[in-house]
């Protein structure tokens, strides 16, 4: 059975084509927020099995966000999908708490850490 999943990005173009890889691969897509208030409020709301975060939006970034997610549920799982593939960015989400951090176009890669988590 797939996994609930909230997607987090600024780009409505990104959500939709992370949300289709999504349920073509038998995951529920609950929500979709554009920024990370949006995430935080839908989060609480939702209670997803699993968010995909953004790294760079307007107002509140991907960080920031993830940060108060854990901060509500040790347990959230949160991924960070994004074409900055900058270490000091991999290193913070994994200081977070992140259960990964990949490229937005690595499709496979994504579907796969998900089945796994």
């Known amino acids: 059975m797939g996994k609930r ?28 927020a554009k ?6 409020t839908l989060y609480e709301e939702l209670k997803p099995d699993l968010v995909t975060m953004d790294v760079t939006m307007r107002g509140m970034d991907g960080f920031t966000a993830a ?27 994994q200081a977070l708490g992140a259960k990964g951090y990949m490229s937005k176009n690595s499709t496979a890669e994504i579907l796969g850490l998900i089945d796994r988590l």
């Open 5 to 32: 999943i909230l997607i987090v990005d600024d780009s409505t173009i990104m959500r939709k084509m992370i949300g289709a890889a999504l349920k073509e691969a038998d995951h529920e897509v609950v929500g979709e």
């Open 67 to 93: 940060g108060q997610i854990l901060a509500l549920d040790r347990q959230a799982k949160i991924i960070f999908l994004s074409n900055l593939n900058q270490a000091e960015y991999i290193e913070k989400a």
């Open 35 to 40: 920024d990370g208030d949006d995430a935080i």
